[in-house]
């Protein structure tokens, strides 16, 4: 069993939907965070957290830490928000321990 | 401010040569990350440093690979006489101080023939 699940594996989506991405983790951590891999491999950090709740724009991340479990939401979602959004869980040491990540397909 | 670079973008070698892979933090981060994602799988950790030292080693493979973070130039990541299995996109990434936000480079695939 990984240390970190990440459901659904694939999403499709119509644009405009409200997405949620789920992430759990079975390790102690200090921070989590949900980074985007886009099509051409690039990858980008979208939040960082250890409690509560981030916003960016329409994206949204909370976290419970009690039940270890992170959410990654898109509001009105875009055929742009198709990527991989990928959950990490950071250890002690300050390395990420990445779950598989989720395929997000927005159609238009 | 420039992002973190990384240098090549792309490194073809034949089996049993050397690749070295180049990692330029951010202005005014002294915490690099190394990570492997093979084709078709997850990223996953290998060596964290710090100016100087290697804090975590605990991902590298025991043998062919090393990394060094000098104090002065970028953090390169070492693979010697590579085989096809080393075939896959290495990213690096920085951090002003451990436990903050990383930030990512666009990646080196290696490919090995």
């Known amino acids: 069993k990984n240390e970190v699940e990440q459901s659904p594996q694939n999403l499709t989506a119509q644009e405009g939907e409200f997405i949620t991405i789920n992430c759990s983790y079975s390790?102690?951590?200090?921070?989590l965070h949900w980074l985007q891999q886009h099509p051409g491999g690039g990858i980008v950090s979208l939040f960082m957290?250890?409690?509560g709740k981030k916003k960016h724009g329409r994206l949204i991340a909370t976290i419970n830490i009690q039940e270890k479990h992170s959410s990654l939401h898109i509001t009105a979602s875009h055929p742009r928000d198709s990527a991989v959004y990928i959950c990490?869980?950071?250890?002690?040491?300050?390395?990420?321990?990445f779950g598989k990540g989720t395929k997000l397909s927005v159609k238009p | 401010n420039a992002g973190v670079m990384q240098n090549p973008r792309h490194l073809v070698r034949r089996r049993g040569q050397e690749a070295r892979l180049r990692c330029s933090p951010m202005k005014g981060h002294s915490h690099v990350y190394w990570y492997r994602q093979l084709p078709e799988e997850g990223l996953k950790f290998m060596v964290y440093?710090?100016?100087?030292?290697?804090?975590?080693e605990s991902g590298m493979p025991k043998e062919r690979f090393s990394a060094e973070f000098p104090k002065e130039g970028p953090s390169i990541l070492r693979i010697q006489q590579v085989v096809r299995g080393d075939s896959a996109a290495y990213f690096c990434?920085?951090?002003?101080?451990?436990?903050?936000?990383?930030?990512f480079g666009p990646g080196t695939r290696l490919t090995v023939t």
């Open positions: 390790v102690g951590i200090s921070a």
């Open positions: 440093l710090q100016k100087e030292n290697i804090i975590d």
């Open positions: 990490a869980a950071r250890g002690s040491q300050g390395n990420l321990i």
């Open positions: 957290l250890s409690s």
């Open positions: 990434a920085s951090s002003p101080q451990g436990g903050d936000k990383q930030y």
